[in-house]
C-alpha cells in the first residue's frame, strides 16, 4: 500500500467512525470516555490526522457497538 492509499485508508476510518459516533448522538468526549481512550486522541482520529492504533481501534469499535466492518474500509 503506498502513502496515498494509507492516507485514503485513515481518512476513511476517521469519517466512519465519526458517523457512527452522531448516529449514537455522543459527542467525541463522551465516546473517548465509553471506550477509555484520550479525548484529544479521538479528536486527531477522527480529524485523520492520526492512525490509530490497533487496541485503541478495538475500543472505539465495541463502545460503538458497531461491526468492524462499519469502519474498517473493505
Known amino acids: 500500500m ?5 492516507k485514503k485508508t485513515i481518512k476513511e476510518i476517521a469519517e466512519n467512525i465519526k458517523k457512527a ?16 481512550v484520550d479525548g484529544n ?5 477522527e480529524r485523520g490526522e492520526s492512525r490509530p492504533k ?3 481501534l478495538v475500543k472505539i469499535i ?3 457497538g458497531v461491526k468492524s466492518s462499519d469502519i474498517l474500509p473493505v
Request: proline share 0%; charged share 35%.
Open 2 to 6: 503506498g502513502i496515498a492509499e494509507d
Open 41 to 45: 486522541s479521538l479528536a486527531k482520529i
Open 54 to 56: 490497533g487496541l485503541t
Open 62 to 64: 465495541k463502545a460503538l
Open 21 to 36: 459516533r452522531e448516529v449514537k448522538g455522543w459527542t467525541q468526549e463522551e465516546l473517548a470516555k465509553k471506550a477509555g
